[in-house]
């Protein structure tokens, strides 16, 4: 399978992977309502859920590719930049007003794709052949 074929897969999952969590909350009774800046409440949509998890992954799948053309520890550098873009997407889930629940499902989505991403772009662009096996006398 190319890189391109395992990268836009990981992409795929990573979009996947927030919905699921979002459509396990929805039917678990979880309500996903966030009121953010006194506004008045808003669902947090499955259309949102989508775009904005494949906006975020296509984003860090071009970082990782212009990262690995310039620096040889282009990977090592990407997935620190991941961590700390994680780590900065959590504070909109954490600081508008919402349920527990709430709370937890939108960290749980967040974490979600940054576990099918991370390691589903970071595997290696080549495979590795394992070494021949000696035959016995």
């Known amino acids: 399978m190319s890189i391109h074929t ?6 795929a999952g990573a979009v996947a992977a927030p ?3 979002g459509l396990v909350a929805t039917a678990a009774g979880v ?3 966030v009121t953010a800046g006194g506004q008045p409440p808003e669902p947090v949509e499955l259309p949102a859920v989508l775009v904005f998890a494949l906006v975020g992954s296509l984003a860090g799948s071009l970082a990782l590719a212009v990262l690995e053309r310039v620096t040889r520890h282009g990977a090592a550098v990407w ?3 991941a961590a700390v873009v994680l780590l900065a997407s959590l504070v909109p889930p954490l600081t508008v007003q919402a ?8 960290v749980t989505m967040h974490l979600a794709v940054a576990a099918v991403l991370v390691p589903g772009l970071r595997r290696p662009a080549v495979s590795r052949t394992p070494a021949p096996v000696a035959s016995l006398p």
């Open 6 to 11: 395992r990268r836009a897969l990981a992409v």
């Open 79 to 81: 997935t620190v930049l």
């Open 31 to 33: 309500p996903l309502r």
């Open 99 to 106: 349920s527990t629940a709430t709370h937890v499902t939108l």
């Open 19 to 21: 919905a699921a969590v």
